[in-house]
């Protein structure tokens, strides 16, 4: 075929869509079993193969659980089956022996395969395709050794698997989950499932009920881990009935999302952080103030250094770092545990004391003031600073206005020779000085 006669075969989404049309009604024919079912096990879609296999018709078990047509016996095969199916990028390829139930109540054997296939929507589905059995050995013996082949799949899936009593009680574990919790199946078997959260870590209220009850939990927690490093995974459960709808257990998955939670947790410090000291940037102090006032009385101290411009001009702009690091410290150990310190820029930082008074927050200026007059040792250098600072203390106060009151007020200091705090008056001009 010619570029022209491909052009006019049409776009390549329609194309795709007709191909796809035409994938759907060569499946719909096929003398298999086909599934297909979203990653927690319930069917999007079935083929006619379903009622002419299993008497079924197929719109009948669209949003039904799989697990629904299976033995009550092969029901944590079938689980182990889909996640395994779910966890391998290429799917299950080995036939597993797999019993159903006929519509008349007759069981089935069925070998199933498994593949996950991506939708243009980005969601992963599990195609699943099953033919009645070729192997006439007895049932059990082939159930023996397909539930050792899944066994095998689920010990080394590579996502954290779990079987769990309806009471909480953890039934099993695979290796994953094992590394992610820090202990050993046989040492989880009979605890609560709260067991693998990690006390040391804010414990979310009802974790087993919330999985249980909506299918997955809403935030990553933390597990215990090995070495005392707590692992975060993200949890989601499928509750497991039998052919008659009554539940069996819970199904849980964790997959370890430890880095992406570390690497969110490094990207949102360096967006509340100055980089160079470690302090608080402006953006931290906006969230801080976001939505209504505070309660009470906020303190606000402005803090400029006092001949910082001389430090650079005379040793260098890697001396002046170092500088602004020493003084970072300094600053942090000069104020309370719940006061927060922060550089907005250049050589001026800020100190915010929630829930305080006048009073406090002026001894703590003269603090920022001492310990910034203090010589610094710095790359072989001896380095004489000074710091002039402005305070303010207002209650129900925005961010903005204490920033500016207290701005002005360092100002006044300066203007009056550096080295000194100025406190600002109510109307914002400053009302008091002290050397």
């Known amino acids: 075929m010619g570029l022209a006669q491909t052009e006019e075969a049409g776009s390549a989404p329609e194309r795709r869509a007709a191909v796809g049309a035409l994938v759907v009604d060569i499946a719909r024919h096929l003398p298999d079993v086909v599934v297909v079912l979203d990653q927690l096990g319930f069917v999007l879609?079935?083929?006619?193969?379903?009622?002419?296999?299993?008497g079924h018709r197929p719109e009948d078990w669209v949003g039904r659980h799989a697990s629904e047509l299976a033995h009550p016996d092969d029901i944590p095969l079938g689980m182990e089956l889909l996640s395994s199916a779910v966890a391998t990028g290429s799917g299950v390829k080995e036939p597993v022996t797999y019993r159903v139930f006929h519509r008349d109540g007759e069981v089935e054997q069925l070998e199933f395969i498994a593949s996950n296939v991506a939708l243009d929507t980005g969601e992963l589905v599990i195609v699943m395709s099953g033919r009645r059995s070729r192997d006439r050995r007895p049932t059990a013996a082939v159930i023996d050794e397909a539930s050792a082949r899944v066994a095998a799949m689920?010990?080394?899936?590579?996502?954290?698997?779990?079987?769990?009593?309806?009471?909480?009680?953890?039934?099993?574990?695979?290796?994953?989950?094992?590394?992610?919790a820090g202990a050993t199946s046989d040492s989880l078997a009979g605890q609560s499932f709260d067991s693998l959260l990690d006390e040391r870590a804010p414990v979310p209220a009802d974790v087993f009920g919330t999985l249980r009850s909506s299918g997955a939990f809403p935030v990553p927690v933390a597990l215990r881990g090995r070495a005392g490093e707590a692992a975060m995974v993200q949890l989601t459960g499928t509750v497991i009935s039998d052919r008659h709808g009554a539940p069996l257990y819970l199904a849980v998955q964790a997959t370890d999302v430890t880095q992406l939670v570390r690497a969110h947790e490094a990207l949102e410090y360096r967006s509340t952080h100055d980089p160079l000291t470690g302090l608080a940037n402006r953006a931290l102090l906006d969230a801080m103030f976001q939505g209504s006032p505070p309660e009470g009385t906020t303190g606000l101290v402005y803090v400029d250094l006092d001949g910082f411009k001389g430090i650079n001009d005379r040793f260098g702009h890697e001396v002046g770092d170092q500088v602004l690091c020493h003084t970072a410290r300094r600053l942090q150990r000069s104020v309370r545990g719940v006061d927060v310190v922060a550089r907005l820029g250049g050589d001026e930082f800020v100190v915010v004391s929630a829930d305080t008074d006048l009073g406090v927050v002026t001894a703590i200026a003269h603090r920022l003031v001492e310990a910034c007059s203090a010589p610094l040792a710095v790359d072989g250098h001896t380095v004489l600073i000074g710091a002039s600072a402005g305070v303010v203390a207002s209650p129900h106060a925005r961010l903005g206005?204490?920033?500016?009151?207290?701005?002005?007020?360092?100002?006044?200091?300066?203007?009056?020779g550096g080295r000194q705090v100025v406190v600002s008056g109510e109307t914002g001009k400053p009302e008091a000085r002290a050397s």
């Open 45 to 54: 879609w079935a083929n006619e193969a379903m009622e002419r296999v299993l």
């Open 154 to 180: 689920f010990d080394g899936a590579p996502v954290g698997l779990a079987q769990v009593a309806l009471d909480g009680r953890i039934l099993r574990v695979n290796r994953e989950l094992e590394r992610l």
């Open 401 to 416: 206005d204490l920033l500016r009151r207290a701005d002005s007020a360092m100002y006044e200091a300066k203007r009056a």
